[in-house]
């Protein structure tokens, strides 16, 4: 199978081909943005796929970030892995950015918990929690800093995303420290592959997880009055 991996959900424009066949990942680049998305992935995509030395007929299934991110952001991956998916007649299949962080950490050790938490500002952070087997003992929420390290209990978990060095901060005093601190801005785009082969194909096409309302919202005082 090979699969084609679309991350902009946070603070980078991400592809990779994995072939799980013959070659594991292929090509991959990553560039670190925090805005800019729209004009930098189909450009990215064209030197993925010319250095995997493919093109989008060959890709069996495309992977793409859902969130929890930003919001431009979202839209433009998943835009782009909805049209591609409609144009190839491939399926296309969303995974969240919280378990594409944690992905790598599952791997090597699956018996300590790992942390995802992706900084929300307003102290507060997109979180989810992975205990033993990669199994989710906290889905996918937004949760004030102090309620998310609560959250994380007991032992030494491994903390991963924009919001680790948050809860790192917050980490009670006496308490074991976390054995790892990894402050990422973006999933390791690798991992998004990779979770994208290994999961189950949905008949509906992928849609943005936001977990809250945008913070722009529009004003009562600004509508017309109609007459």
Request: proline share 7%; charged share 20%.
């Amino acid at each position: 199978m090979r699969v084609l991996a679309i991350d902009t959900a946070l603070e980078a424009c991400s592809a990779a081909v994995l072939d799980t066949e013959h070659g594991g990942i292929l090509a991959s680049e990553q560039l670190p943005m925090a805005r800019g998305h729209a004009e930098a992935l189909m450009p990215l995509l064209a030197r993925v796929l010319d250095r995997a030395k493919t093109e989008f007929a060959a890709i069996d299934r495309i992977a793409v970030t859902t969130g929890p991110g930003s919001f431009t952001g979202l839209r433009v991956g998943i835009s782009a892995a909805r049209g591609i998916a409609l144009a190839s007649a491939k399926p296309a299949v969303g995974l969240t950015t919280l378990a594409a962080y944690a992905a790598p950490y599952i791997a090597a050790n699956d018996m300590l918990n790992v942390v995802a938490a992706i900084d929300a500002r307003h102290d507060q952070v997109y979180l989810q929690v992975f205990g033993p087997g990669g199994r989710t003992l906290v889905t996918p929420r937004i949760a004030s800093v102090r309620d998310a390290v609560r959250a994380a209990g007991t032992g030494t978990p491994r903390l991963v995303g924009s919001g680790a060095k948050l809860l790192a901060a917050a980490w009670p005093a006496g308490e074991p420290a976390p054995s790892v601190i990894d402050e990422r801005r973006a999933p390791d785009v690798d991992w998004v592959a990779r979770l994208g082969a290994a999961a189950a194909e949905s008949a509906t096409p992928p849609k943005p997880l936001y977990l809250r309302a945008p913070d722009a919202q529009p004003q009562n005082a600004a509508q017309l009055a109609r007459r």
